[in-house]
């Protein structure tokens, strides 16, 4: 908008498209356009500015640049004077079995990521934590499951102190519902301890599971629930 043409109306295009195994995005517009014979190689240099009467920082194409990158992607840019200019951006597509271990929330207490092979949204606790911290890690889990799509929560709670029956409850009755709504299909519990660690504490979720026909399981490692989860996905394909 700052670097449009005076005496003509705007006109901005956003295009994409699907080529193969990337994703094209596109935007044009009619602007004034870019000498870039002159600011080329430096269009997206941190505080790069190519013209000093419009407002700027010199920080916004510099920061699409690096996340285009950090998603392996490219950036291109096509410009005439007094016609337009056209930015590119190239992404690669990954099926969920390229996605291991995508990271969706971690602090000192808990390690929340997305493992691609298995379609499971994994907690690995790190110690005991609040109900605060309890709370804002199943939230994180909640979200990777439905941006993800992920049928399979594994729960590693080996380091993990419990929580209390008010937080257990809110879990059960708050969190499993919305769950069950993204179609979640089986929930892991890790511990060292395997079968054993089952307790009375577990009784309301796995009630909550037997009701809305959630596999409900107990394992003693996390390479242990990756298998069983294989196992189970081609069983039920």
């Known amino acids: 908008f700052k670097y449009k043409k005076e005496g003509v109306d705007l006109k901005v295009e956003v295009k994409t498209r699907r080529e193969g195994d990337k994703f094209i995005l596109q935007v044009c517009d009619n602007g004034r356009g870019i000498d870039l ?44 004077l007094n016609v337009g200019t056209t930015f590119t951006i190239t992404l690669p597509i990954l099926s969920s079995r390229q996605i291991r271990h995508q990271v969706a929330f971690e602090n000192q207490v808990v390690k929340v990521t997305f493992d691609g092979m298995t379609e499971a949204s994994v907690t690995v606790w790190q110690k005991a934590a609040a109900s605060e911290e309890f709370r ?3 939230m994180a889990n909640l979200e990777k499951i439905r941006e993800y799509s992920a049928k399979y929560w594994i729960n590693d709670t080996t380091r993990f102190g419990g929580v209390s029956e008010e937080d257990n409850t809110w879990f059960v009755e708050e969190i499993m519902p919305r769950a069950t709504r993204l179609d979640l299909k089986a929930i892991v519990i890790v511990h060292s301890l395997g079968k054993g660690f089952d307790s009375p504490h577990w009784s309301l979720l796995k009630k909550f599971c037997a009701q809305h026909n959630i596999v409900f399981a107990f394992k003693s490692s996390l390479e242990e629930a990756g298998i069983f989860l294989t196992t189970l996905r081609s069983d039920n394909s």
């Not at 510099?62 to 291109?76: R, S």
């Open 37 to 80: 014979d002159k600011f080329g190689n430096s269009l997206f240099k941190l505080y790069a500015r190519i013209d000093a009467s419009a407002q700027g920082k010199g920080v916004g194409l510099y920061l699409v640049k690096k996340q285009v990158e950090a998603m392996n992607g490219t950036i291109e840019v096509a410009s005439k």
């Open 136 to 138: 804002e890690a199943i």
